[in-house]
């Protein structure tokens, strides 16, 4: 089990595009994490993280991110690159989104369930791709009528919040 982040993997900045470093103990990534130019697909599952680090932003080519099951509580307007097509946030501690979620225009799938999520940023309605979203065990009273409109969303789980009629 790894505690930290193994800096040796910023020497493969020039070719890593998958990395998989679930079921550990890290709970931060080094500031220049930014160097995995190459990097598409993170997974960092079942780890101690408590915020969604802003360093994930600076990968140009990131576009699926899992960080499932940690302790995560804040997602700042920085954090996510803006051509992010899978977000796996489920089972933190996650009560806010941010606005910039409206900029991930290429988002496909949406995987939030288990959080403390009371509503979906509005800026969320210009995520014209979005397929799949799991928003199941939030605190969510309502539904916002964008999500309905949504052209391509085919995949919507939502039991489990405090929703009122």
Do not use: Y
């Amino acid at each position: 089990m790894v505690l930290s982040f193994p800096l040796e993997i910023l020497e493969l900045s020039e070719s890593l595009e998958v990395l998989d470093l679930s079921n550990n103990n890290i709970s931060a990534l080094p500031d220049d994490f930014g160097r995995l130019k190459q990097l598409k697909i993170l997974f960092m599952a079942n780890n101690k993280f408590d915020h969604l680090p802003e360093v994930l932003s600076q990968c140009p080519n990131l576009e699926m991110i899992g960080f499932k099951s940690n302790q995560i509580k804040t997602v700042s307007e920085q954090s996510l690159p803006e051509q992010t097509r899978w977000l796996i946030l489920t089972n933190n501690q996650i009560k806010v989104l941010p606005d910039s979620m409206g900029k991930l225009h290429r988002l496909q799938k949406l995987a939030l369930a288990g959080n403390q999520i009371t509503r979906l940023p509005d800026s969320m309605a210009n995520c014209k791709n979005l397929e799949l979203a799991r928003i199941s065990a939030n605190q969510l009273t309502s539904l916002p009528d964008w999500l309905f409109q949504l052209p391509k969303l085919s995949w919507l789980a939502f039991q489990g919040n405090p929703l009122q009629a």
